[in-house]
Structure formats: C-alpha cells, structure tokens
C-alpha cells in the first residue's frame, strides 16, 4: 500500500516545510529574465507577473494593480515594488497610469510588447554571439580556461 504522505520525513517541522513549498506557494523567476534586466531580480518578478496578468486584463492589456497587491503577490518590501516599476519603465519596458479603479487611485501597468519584443530579441542575440566567442575559446564546452569544469 502506498503512503498517501507524500512528504518524505518523520519530522513535523520538515514536513510543515517541505508541503509548504508546493507549487500553490512558489514565486519564479527565470534566469534569463534576470539577466536581461540587469540583474534586478525584483524586477524580473514584476514583469514576470506582468506577463501573466496581461492576457488575463479586461482593460485593453491595463493591469490595475496596487503596490500592496504586487508585495503581497510577490513578497517584496513598497520600495522593491517602486524600484523595480521605475527600472521597467526606464528601460521602456511598461508605461504607467494612476488611476481610480474601485473608487481607490490605483497603478494601472501595461506591457509594452512592442519594446519588449525589440530588446528581447536584442539580449538573446547578444547571448548568441558571447555564446559562439566563448565556445572559440576551448575545444570542451564544458571546461573552463584553466581546464576545469565549472562547476568545480
């Protein structure tokens, strides 16, 4: 008979802590996104939500979202949720709107596909051409200069 706990530990605390990271409880956030906001973790996360909210918008892709709302759907501190709203739209990445939704002004996002699209394209093809220099640079991928591997 199989055991209907899935969670592999005795320990009630573990346990606590090993349903508790399911997937119901996990904020992601792929490298690469990282990467492409200059490493501005907190600003890969509010486009990553972004991006999932868009196609669910009702207003023309216009996201009504409070900064309490993103910190709570994104466990970050208001200044995070400031920070990284100013990084997206330095970078031309979202425009912004304040306005009423529900009676309360309220930040109003929406993506900008278009740049989006546009520097995307012009990250990953920067990646490609650093990819191609630095396979030059050795016969095995998978060793650095110094011939070890790097994860070593």
């Given at each position: 008979?199989?055991?209907s706990?899935?969670?592999?530990s005795k320990?009630?605390?573990?346990?606590?802590?090993?349903?508790?990271?399911?997937?119901?409880?996990v904020?992601?956030?792929h490298?690469?996104l990282?990467?492409?906001?200059?490493?501005s973790?907190?600003?890969?996360?509010?486009l990553?939500q972004l991006?999932y909210?868009t196609?669910?918008?009702?207003?023309?892709?216009?996201?009504a979202?409070?900064?309490?709302e993103f910190?709570?759907e994104?466990?970050?501190?208001?200044?995070?949720?400031?920070?990284?709203?100013?990084?997206?739209?330095?970078?031309n990445?979202?425009?912004t709107?304040?306005?009423?939704?529900?009676?309360?002004?309220?930040?109003?996002?929406?993506v900008?596909m278009?740049?989006?699209?546009?520097?995307?394209?012009?990250?990953?093809?920067r990646?490609?051409?650093n990819?191609q220099?630095?396979?030059?640079?050795?016969?095995?991928?998978g060793?650095s200069?110094?011939?070890?591997?790097?994860?070593?």
């Amino acid at each position: 008979m199989r055991d209907s706990n899935p969670v592999p530990s005795k320990n009630p605390v573990l346990q606590t802590m090993l349903l508790m990271v399911g997937q119901s409880n996990v904020i992601t956030t792929h490298k690469p996104l990282v990467e492409f906001l200059e490493g501005s973790l907190e600003s890969a996360m509010l486009l990553a939500q972004l991006l999932y909210w868009t196609p669910r918008s009702v207003m023309g892709g216009w996201i009504a979202k409070s900064d309490t709302e993103f910190q709570s759907e994104l466990c970050l501190k208001r200044y995070s949720v400031r920070a990284a709203r100013e990084m997206l739209e330095k970078k031309n990445l979202i425009e912004t709107d304040l306005r009423k939704f529900s009676g309360a002004p309220t930040q109003h996002y929406r993506v900008r596909m278009d740049q989006l699209d546009l520097q995307w394209r012009e990250f990953t093809f920067r990646l490609s051409e650093n990819e191609q220099s630095d396979y030059a640079k050795t016969d095995n991928p998978g060793l650095s200069e110094n011939g070890q591997s790097l994860t070593e």
